[in-house]
C-alpha cells in the first residue's frame, strides 16, 4: 500500500465531512482531491471508473478503493492509529449500527432535500415549502429516535462518541446553517447531544469552507 490515503471528495458533502472528521480525530495524513458535485463531476467518465453510480466520497489506499461512508468510516477506524470510535461491547455497537443505517435511509435523503430548498433548488429538483415541511416532519421522528436510541448515554451510542455521531452531526450542522433546527431543540436530549458532539476536535477540524456554496443565481 502507499503511505498515505486518497479522499475524493465534495467537502460540503455531509458524507465527506464526516470521513474527513474521522481522519481528523484519527492524526491521519491523507491526499485530498475535490470533485464538485454541482459542476457534476461525478457523473465523469473519469470519476465513474472510480465510482460507477457517480458518488462520493471515494477512499483509495494502495490498491483498496472503498465506496459507501459506512464502510470508510469502518476501514479507517480499523486501519489507522488513533482512538477507536467503535465500542467494545455488542450492546453499543448495535446502537452505533442503528443510528448511522437509521440516518442512511431516512435521515440523508430529507437532509437533501431541505439543504437544496435553500441552496441548490435546481440541483434538487426546486422542492417546495410545503416539501420541506413534510421532509423536517421525517427528521423531527429520526432525531426522536436518535434520542431514544441514546437513552442517558452521553453520546448515541455510549459514554464515548462513535462513528454514529461523527456520522449525524454534518446534518445537523446544515439544518443549523439554512435555520431549520430550531424545532428539534425540544426533543429531549437532542440539544446536550449536539452541544457535545460540536466540542469533538475532529468535527471542529472539518468544517468546511462554505464561502461559495450554493447555486449561482442571475439577476
Given at each position: 500500500m502507499s503511505d498515505l490515503p486518497t479522499l475524493y471528495g465534495y467537502d460540503p458533502s455531509s458524507?465527506?465531512?464526516?470521513?474527513?472528521?474521522?481522519?481528523?480525530?484519527?492524526?491521519?495524513?491523507?491526499?485530498?482531491?475535490?470533485?464538485?458535485?454541482?459542476?457534476?463531476?461525478?457523473?465523469?467518465?473519469?470519476?465513474?471508473?472510480?465510482?460507477?453510480?457517480?458518488?462520493?466520497?471515494?477512499?483509495?489506499?494502495?490498491?483498496?478503493?472503498?465506496?459507501?461512508?459506512?464502510?470508510?468510516?469502518?476501514?479507517i477506524n480499523d486501519t489507522f492509529e488513533g482512538p477507536s470510535f467503535v465500542p467494545e461491547n455488542p450492546v453499543d455497537r448495535a446502537r452505533m449500527d442503528m443510528a448511522m443505517g437509521l440516518h442512511d435511509s431516512y435521515g440523508y435523503p430529507a437532509i437533501v432535500r431541505v439543504i437544496g430548498y435553500h441552496r441548490f433548488p435546481a440541483y434538487s429538483g426546486h422542492p417546495t415549502r410545503a416539501d420541506v415541511e413534510q421532509e423536517l416532519d421525517g427528521l423531527h421522528t429520526l432525531f426522536t429516535e436518535l434520542m431514544r436510541n441514546r437513552g442517558d448515554s452521553a453520546f448515541l451510542a455510549g459514554e464515548r462518541p462513535s462513528l454514529a455521531d461523527l456520522f449525524v452531526a454534518p446534518a445537523c450542522f446544515y439544518l443549523e446553517l439554512v435555520g431549520e433546527s430550531a424545532r428539534f431543540a425540544e426533543i429531549p436530549g437532542f440539544d446536550a447531544w449536539w452541544q457535545r458532539v460540536q466540542t469533538l476536535a475532529g468535527y471542529r477540524a472539518s468544517i468546511p469552507d462554505l464561502s461559495e456554496w450554493g447555486e449561482r443565481v442571475e439577476a
Open positions: 458524507y465527506v465531512f464526516s470521513v474527513r472528521s474521522l481522519l481528523e480525530e484519527k492524526g491521519a495524513d491523507y491526499h485530498r482531491i475535490p470533485v464538485d458535485v454541482i459542476a457534476g463531476e461525478p457523473r465523469s467518465e473519469a470519476h465513474r471508473r472510480l465510482h460507477p453510480f457517480g458518488k462520493v466520497p471515494v477512499f483509495v489506499h494502495g490498491d483498496l478503493r472503498i465506496l459507501e461512508t459506512a464502510a470508510i468510516l469502518r476501514y
